[in-house]
């Protein structure tokens, strides 16, 4: 069972910020945040993790609360290509079998 | 994708006939994964290796079986047992580390006639 709550859809306009949040109450100490997102009939592609500081990248940013029960992912300034799926995971390293895939929320960037 | 191929991007079978999906990478990954996905939901996964020649199984390894002589390939055949076999098939690769992040394929679409 997917360890994470995100909503089912969620939509925004092109060049806007896209604000993706995601549930995981239960998270332990150990397990990390991951998202992934997948465009239709394409392999997931990883996009950003962390602990507990809030992460920057290329893609994204991740903005993890302080007492680690929820997070939200950050498009800054979504294009149509970021149309997909995005999943939210949590996970403890090291265990190569713990990556559980939820339903994720279907972001719809319109133009 | 990186640089783990799957191929091909769409298989036909008939029902009753084993298939072999194939997955490479030349990432160097130790380990490497395989995972199902049905029509709206997430992925679960199958099998995956974290050595060569070393194999466990996933939450739904039922009707499948798996084989990692190489460290570069990890194919999956999808037997008869297997009851529902039409699904996508994703391949998945990390090297062995801290967190271990994941990178996929671009799957294989499998459909059983």
């Not at chain 2, 199958?46 to 002589?69: C, L, T, W």
């Amino acid at each position: 069972d997917a360890k994470t709550t995100q909503p089912p859809s969620m939509d925004c306009a092109e060049g806007r910020a896209a604000n993706l949040p995601c549930n995981h109450s239960t998270i332990s100490g150990n397990e990390y945040v991951y998202w992934y997102r997948q465009i239709h009939s394409q392999g997931p592609q990883y996009i950003i993790h962390g602990l507990k500081n809030n992460e920057t990248n290329e893609m994204a940013s991740l903005i993890i609360t302080e007492d680690r029960k929820s997070s939200t992912l950050i498009l800054p300034h979504a294009t149509l290509r970021d149309t997909a799926v995005y999943y939210c995971i949590v996970r403890v390293a090291y265990n190569n079998n713990d990556m559980r895939f939820g339903a994720g929320t279907r972001l719809t960037v319109k133009p | 994708d990186g640089g783990i191929t799957q191929s091909p991007k769409y298989l036909f079978r008939k029902e009753g006939q084993n298939v072999t999906l194939s997955c490479e990478q030349n990432l160097n990954h130790d380990a490497m994964y395989w995972y199902r996905q049905d029509p709206g939901q997430g992925l679960r996964l199958i099998y995956y290796s974290q050595i060569v020649n070393d194999f466990q199984k996933g939450d739904i390894a039922e009707g499948y079986s798996v084989s990692r002589e190489k460290k570069e390939s990890f194919p999956l055949t999808v037997t008869s047992a297997q009851k529902n076999p039409t699904a996508f098939y994703l391949c998945a690769s990390s090297i062995q580390g801290a967190t271990d992040t994941q990178y996929f394929g671009p799957g294989t679409r499998l459909t059983v006639l």
